[in-house]
Structure formats: C-alpha cells, structure tokens
C-alpha cells in the first residue's frame, strides 16, 4: 500500500521559489499536516449479530438479547501489519445523545491477508468487535456509527466507506420453559436423575440460539412413571406423564404460555430415549409438550463438550413450535418440511450469506464464535454442528410472538 506524499521537507526555499509565497506565508498552512502516514481505512460492513445473521443485518434483531456488532475493515488500507482499536457511536436518532462503545478487541490487520469479507465473518477475530450494552438494544430504531479506529497506542486513522448503519429491535416475548427431569428405576433397582449441568446446558443454548431476550426457567426432577429398559412407547409415556403436570400446574396459576420438556437421561447409553415432541402444531399451541434424552455427547451430531441436551433439547422444542423436518442427512431424516430454504440442511446455501454466531456462555466456559453457515446445520436436522438457521429463527419468533398474544393470561 502506497502512503501519500508529503510536504516538501525544505519549506522555505519554496516558499521564496513560488510567486505566492508572501500571501501563503501569511495564511495557515492548509495541507502541511498531510505528511507520511496511513491512508484511509474502508469500512467495509457493519453487521449486528444475535444468532445468526446476514452482512447486510436481513435477520430481525431481537430487543433486549445479546448483540454483538462486527466491523469490517478493508486490509488494503495498512502497509504492514497493524493494530487496530475501535469505538462506536449508538444513538436513537440523528441529534440523541451518543454512548461511546470500545473494542472487546484489537484488530491485527494484515495487508497480505487475502480473506475476503464472506471468510472474515466465519474468523470471530478478524473484525472489531463490540458487545452493545443492554440499555442499547431497547426496542426501537438505533444508529450505530464507526467513530474512531486508532492504530493501538498512537492517532486516530482517516476512515471511508459506510460508516453508519441504522437497525432496529423488535420486541419479542421471553421464552417460557418448564424443564423436568424424569428419575427412572432400571432392573436392577439403580436410579439414573439428569445431572444439572444437562438443564444448565439446555438453558444456555435457548438463550443463545432462540430468537428470545431471555428464557424464564424452572426446572424441577420428579419419579417417572416408567422403567428402564425403554421401549419405543417410553417417550410418549414421558410426554404424557409431563402433559399432566403441565395441565395441574396451569390450573395452579402456571403462566399458559410456558412449554414443558422433559429431560431423560441416557444412563452413560445404556438408556438412550429417542425424544419426541407430543406434536407439531400448525398454530399456536403452548400446552404442546415434548421429551428428549441427555447426556454426556462424545462427538454425538459433532458435540463434544459435557451435553447434548442443549441442542437435542432446542430439536424437540422446535418440534412444539410448529417446525417440521429439514430431511437431512436424507434417509436418516423424514423431509416434512419442504419450504426449508438452505441446502444440506445447512445455515446457509453456498453464497454463505448467513453466519451463525454464538455469543457464547462465560459461566459454562463456552467462547464466542462464529459458525459457519455451510459446515453447521439446522437445528432441526439430524446433521452435525446444530444451530438455529435464519428460516428457523424467524419461524419460531412468529410463533412466540402468536403464542403470546393468544395465550397471555388475562389481568
Ligand atoms: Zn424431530
């Protein structure tokens, strides 16, 4: 990259060279600051991230949810490779007040770096990012604005292209989730109970992946009315079992619009429990319940950290809002949905227009990360990798959003 050319060093005989010379020596310097330095950085896009998003922000933003906003920064703009920091601006309108927002952080910008901004997205750190505030993502219009890059420890640097992007937050209703755990007896009198970090897991991945501003969560273990070994009936005696607490519990003041999901576990796979969902509504139907196994994954669908619950858990809830069946892997899965948008059951097609971000989870040691629209699947295929897709996570908000005008307890 070529800097600009500055001054000549020799002023002064300049000065005396040019015809001018004594009305400039009187006016100030108008170009003398435009010595050796970096060019302009380009802006190349502003994304705002929640779950899964596209570089031109088309999926809805949930308001009060997590949000990260990315910056893109053309590596065409440095010589070699440098350190960026970042702020932005947020403001509610064009004249509001601004809140200043640092880098989480530093840029390495490389200009021998040939990643394209499609392969930037799936780099978390290839971007400046900035975790917006909660009292920024209120329902409503926001303006965020790239305010200053600064090369770490020296000047601002002179930024182009789009600086600005406005968006807006939807309101959405929380998610309302009942989990149970369902303590079963086997043959030889042993007990296997759902350990915690099952429901903790499950939690989490709903407040990362649901298009949701929070989860409101009770859990609760209770004896199943059933024993090990399972037999293709042991889910729907599951369902049933919960269907009826949910029912008792709703007639005892439980707000109508909470889903119930019961957790079973898998005795270390001993006791594996297809789950189920007691059905797949075709409108709004919060008292749909559904069941699923867990436990620990050991590279079960591509996990392999402490739970699968969170995402076999997230499959079956879908099921009680309506979605239906990708059809991948095909002959593993039914294709029940035939309006499912994305190849391969994938988050994105191969223009890899979607990004699934993961904001990740401090208190169960989960990062943040970026996941690829195309090496990570839907949430509600059979395949590896699973996240919520923006077909999914558009659906599931209209559902919510229904479930919760319909079903709002009345006073
Ligand atoms: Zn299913």
Sequence with gaps: MTRKLGMPQDKTSRKSDHPYARVQSDAPPTIAFAGPGPAALAVEAIEVCQAIQSVDNSVTLIANKATMVRVYIAQSGVASETRLRGEITLRTSGQGPATFVPAMNELILDPTDGAAIADKRETITKSLNFRLPDSATRAGSLIIEVNRVTQAGGDDLPLTGTRTVPIKFVPAPPLRIRCIGLRYRDGAGKTYTPDAVHFAYFRSYLERAYPVPSVIWSQIVVDANFTAPFNNDTVLDANMQI????????????DPRTHYVALVDDANGANFMRGRAMGIPATPQPDTVASAPCGVPKGFAGDADLSYADWYGAHELGHTFGRYHPGYPPGQQDASDPAFPFQNGQLSNADRKFVGYDLGDPALGMPLQAL??????????????????????????IRLKEEDEQFAPVG
């Design 243 to 254: 269907a009826a607490i949910r029912s008792t519990e709703i007639n005892s003041g439980t």
């Design 372 to 397: 690829a629209g195309v090496g990570h699947h839907d949430v509600m295929t059979y395949a590896d990798r699973q996240w919520l897709c923006a077909y999914t996570f558009e659906a599931i908000r």
